[in-house]
């Protein structure tokens, strides 16, 4: 049983559509996250949920909406895509807050053209 | 902003080496973890030390905590190929980690067979 996992795994997709990528952890865990990778591997967070409502949310473009309809979902809808919205985009989730280890999913390579 | 810079970048060793990776941070802690990210997945906890903490194991793996110098260093023995891999370290601030995890670039180690 795959512990935190997102979908798709790969998007291509065209400049200014909308799109969602799907995650989901089986941990029981209550809080959840969305990093976003850049091409040379930095890892910076976006946002933090914990039991459904938003902790953290960082300073993004308002074209990135998370939804959590509960605790153990975290979905990221981006509207408007551009070409810099290229990146992978990691969920992860942990007990509480940071003071646990994250699990994270496999990761959604996310390719604007 | 970014918190912690890994030192090395890279690092490439004979398989049956030890590797040294070391983590610089800025700020006070209230913990300091390490991942590992293979080539195209995600990250995958390997250890945390807290801050009252100075030396911790687990396995291959040994990590020191100096936070009069905010510095770790992660001490993988005796590589493997399988060990080649980037690896992160990433902090929790002393702020009870609600602000999540802060991670650095990262140090890509490779181990030669």
């Known amino acids: 049983d795959t512990a935190v996992s997102q979908t798709p795994k790969y998007l291509v997709t065209q400049m200014g559509n909308d799109k969602s990528i799907k995650c989901e952890q089986n941990l029981g865990h209550d809080t959840m996250y969305w990093y976003k990778q850049d091409s040379k591997k930095f890892l910076k967070i976006m946002f933090s949920?914990?039991?459904?409502?938003?902790?953290i949310n960082e300073t993004v473009p308002n074209r990135f909406s998370p939804k959590s309809p509960d605790k153990a979902h975290l979905n990221l809808h981006i509207n408007s895509l551009e070409l810099g919205d290229s990146a992978v985009y990691f969920c992860?989730?942990?007990?509480?807050?940071?003071?646990?280890?994250?699990?994270f999913g496999s990761g959604t390579r996310l390719t604007v053209v | 902003s970014q918190q912690g810079e890994e030192d090395p970048q890279a690092l490439s060793i004979q398989e049956g080496e030890n590797a040294t990776m070391n983590c610089s941070y800025k700020?006070?802690?209230?913990?300091l973890q390490w991942y590992r990210q293979n080539s195209g997945r995600g990250l995958v906890h390997l250890i945390l030390?807290?801050?009252?903490?100075r030396e911790k194991h687990s396995g291959r793996l040994r990590v020191t905590l100096d936070t009069s110098k905010k510095s770790s260093s992660l001490l993988i023995t005796a590589s493997r190929a399988a060990d080649t891999a980037s690896y992160f370290c990433a902090t929790a601030s002393s702020g009870g980690g609600a602000d999540g995890l802060t991670f650095g670039k990262g140090t890509h180690l490779i181990i030669q067979p």
């Open positions: 700020t006070s802690i209230n913990n």
């Open positions: 992860a989730s942990s007990r509480g807050s940071a003071n646990y280890g994250y699990t």
């Open positions: 949920y914990n039991n459904k409502e938003l902790i």
């Open positions: 030390i807290r801050s009252n903490e």
